[in-house]
């Protein structure tokens, strides 16, 4: 207890002086545009995470059939990220990651336009494909586009401009949906209005993408499926397992968080709106901060103390005292167990060769998003069987294991620096 009291005031110590802008206007050109990129994506990936899951509900299907689409998507990032990997190395990370914004935004509109579940669960698997593309592609794009001294903090406000939109698509799809509930006839009809509008908005992104002009870089064209087994070592694999247990942890709760405040606590889609955005604006902050941080107390520290805080904030969730106490912990938990993900992402880079690094980004979102799918499918059916709250307690328990393994997986590094 001693010790999470005093990390807690470091926390509140540093965050002062943490965030330096000056550090983000020298970023060069190319990723001060590729930004404005992420933003727009980011609309999509807010509004559907947080009320696709409701749609579902309001279509009338039982939380079990949202964790089978739901986990479906999932499923297919994962599968897919090794098509990706060898696709971006063929053609390049500029077309593929224009082919993965057209997919995402298409298939978005297209999956709230039909209510068949065998149709919505295609769609998932296609929505999927672009979130894919998206994932394994920005990593080693931006790496590439990058020089070191100006890397952590490209990632940083890269992650930190993608939960700006989370924190812009979760209000605006809440106040939306309330909007045309006043001209629809059910709750489901108003969110499905609101999801069109804000996928519509992420197509724009294809615009300043495709116009990008990027710096030459070296790349492999006869990447093979076997070339991933090359890189797995001891160290890759641990790593690996590791975003394993956190992505299955947080696949029991993250996507559901939607459907929690909604009919747990009985909002309506405007406060769970804001509720979310209020999360995200925590990730926010959080992300900015993370370079002064992880230089203060180092990045392994930094990951290993804001993932370990998060926990106590799920109970506070999971055990819910009222809304106001909900809505805090939701932005601490959302401010600390995110806000570490642009040094979890350069680390990943770090740990093999140039050239594999589209493959390592590939493995990385192939175990994240197959863990995910599958606390998605599981938490649907612990939710549907037992209650609201019972998928929480397993995610407390994945965290601190995956946590551990990192712990011991990086010892070395994280005693360099006294916290």
């Known amino acids: 207890m001693f010790i999470l009291i005093r990390n807690i005031k470091l926390f509140f110590h ?19 545009k590729f930004i404005f990129v992420v933003f727009l994506y980011g609309l999509t990936s807010a509004s559907f995470n947080g009320f696709f899951g409701i749609y579902i509900k309001e279509l009338g299907y039982s939380e079990h059939i ?13 599968i897919l990220a090794f098509v990706i990997a060898i696709l971006s190395e ?45 994932m394994t592609v920005e990593s080693p794009f931006i790496y590439s586009q990058t020089k070191e001294e100006e890397r952590v903090h490209a990632f940083s406000l890269a992650f930190a401009t993608r939960n700006a939109a989370f924190v812009t698509g979760s209000l605006l799809t809440g106040l939306l949906a309330e909007y045309f509930s006043s001209f629809t006839t059910t709750s489901a009809v108003s969110i499905r ?23 030459a870089i070296t ?20 790593f690996l397992i590791y975003s394993g247990f956190i992505g299955l942890g947080a696949g ?15 909002t309506t889609e405007g406060t769970v709106g804001i509720i979310l ?29 804001t993932q370990l805080l998060s926990i106590p904030l799920l109970i506070m969730i999971g055990l819910p ?4 106490i909900v809505a805090v912990a939701f932005f601490l938990r959302s401010s600390l167990m995110n806000m570490s993900q642009p040094l979890i992402r350069n680390i990943s880079m770090k740990l093999v060769e140039h050239q594999n690094r589209s493959m390592m980004s590939a493995l990385r979102a192939m175990v994240n998003n197959l863990s995910r799918a599958l606390g998605i499918f599981v938490s649907g059916i612990l939710m549907s069987r037992y209650t609201y709250n019972t998928p929480y307690i397993f995610t407390i328990i994945f965290y601190i294991i995956g946590t551990t393994i990192f712990y011991l997986l990086f010892r070395k590094e994280t005693t360099k620096n006294s916290i």
């Open 14 to 32: 540093l965050f002062s002086d943490t965030i330096n802008f000056m550090s983000y206007k020298k970023l060069n050109p190319i990723i001060k």
């Open 321 to 324: 005292q009222g809304i106001i």
């Open 193 to 215: 209005y609101a999801l069109i509008v804000l996928s519509s908005i992420s197509l724009l992104a294809v615009i300043p993408l495709s116009r990008l002009k990027l710096k």
């Open 219 to 238: 790349t492999r064209n006869d990447i093979k499926l076997s070339d991933f087994k090359g890189i797995l070592n001891k160290r890759i694999i641990l």
């Open 277 to 305: 955005s209020i999360a995200q604006l925590g990730t926010v902050i959080g992300g900015l901060s993370v370079p002064l941080l992880s230089k203060r107390i180092g990045s392994y520290k930094t990951i290993i103390a």
């Open 66 to 78: 949202v964790g089978e689409i739901l986990s479906l998507r999932r499923l297919s990032v994962g």
């Open 90 to 134: 063929r053609i390049g990370h500029k077309k593929s990651l224009l082919i993965g914004l057209f997919t995402v935004g298409i298939s978005s509109i297209l999956i709230v336009l039909v209510e068949d579940v065998f149709t919505m669960k295609i769609l998932a698997v296609v929505f999927g494909f672009g979130q894919a593309a998206m």
């Open 252 to 266: 029991l709760v993250v996507p559901f968080f939607g459907i929690y405040l909604k009919y747990m606590l009985d």
